[in-house]
């Protein structure tokens, strides 16, 4: 069965700060792999998605990810966070190619502090 | 960016009244999905439609729920007996059905069941 765990509940960072956010995936085909975050009171908007070449992927506002298919992962960064970074962070899995449900972690939630 | 239409924003609802909730996907998307989201933690899949056409649901889908989409442009999720347990934000996505699975999220309806 596929799955998604990330692992850490609440992460706080300094304003500043680099971030990264860890992501595990189960699947034994080729994921297709996202990150959304929350911001409170919205639905979830589109950070960045990975499906082949490269494994590391540039997304919105300085965030990124590397894909590694060895450690069954897809850990999202950013350098320097701003206090707008804080939100909840999903990372999700598709495990088929057109449009089928996405499969979420239990999501990260961001504090920066100032 | 995408524009998914989710309305009502807020509903509340006795236990045991019927709950509607509507959505308006992308322009030009032929899938839609529905997932419903508890005190923001993960997002759990409900149904999924391809061509206005059910094509995947989880059993308390089935059993409790109603949902169609009989319009391209429109689709809705019912629920035919509030418990207290419905209580929580549903998520409408849509998508592109051809090669394409970034799933674009509307902004909930956050339902109270008293």
């Not at chain 1, 979830?44 to 590397?66: H, I, R, T, W």
């Not at chain 2, 442009?73 to 059905?97: F, H, V």
Request: charged share 20%; glycine share 8%; with cysteine.
């Amino acid at each position: 069965a596929q799955s998604v765990t990330q692992p850490d509940a609440r992460v706080t960072v300094s304003e500043g700060a680099s971030l990264q956010l860890r992501c595990k995936y189960s699947y034994s085909g080729t994921p297709y792999l996202f990150w959304y975050v929350q911001y409170p009171r919205q639905g979830l908007q589109l950070l960045l998605k990975y499906y082949s070449g490269d494994p590391v992927v540039q997304g919105v506002n300085g965030f990124e990810a590397e894909f590694s298919k060895s450690n069954s992962s897809f850990h999202l960064r950013k350098a320097s966070v701003h206090w707008s970074d804080s939100a909840v962070y999903f990372c999700a899995l598709s495990a088929y190619q057109g449009g089928r449900a996405l499969i979420f972690g239990t999501g990260t939630t961001v504090s920066v502090s100032p | 960016d995408a524009a998914v239409t989710q309305k009502p924003r807020y509903l509340i609802k006795m236990k045991g009244q019927e709950a509607e909730m509507k959505c308006i996907p992308e322009k030009g998307h032929t899938a839609v999905f529905w997932y419903q989201q508890k005190q923001s933690k993960e997002l759990k899949f409900l149904i999924y439609f391809q061509n206005q056409q059910p094509l995947d649901q989880i059993d308390m889908v089935k059993e409790r729920f109603s949902a169609v989409c009989p319009s391209s442009s429109l689709c809705s999720l019912g629920i035919r007996t509030c418990e207290a347990e419905d209580s929580a934000l549903y998520l409408c996505s849509s998508s592109q059905s051809a090669g394409g699975d970034t799933q674009y999220f509307g902004p909930g309806t956050r339902l109270l069941v008293l």
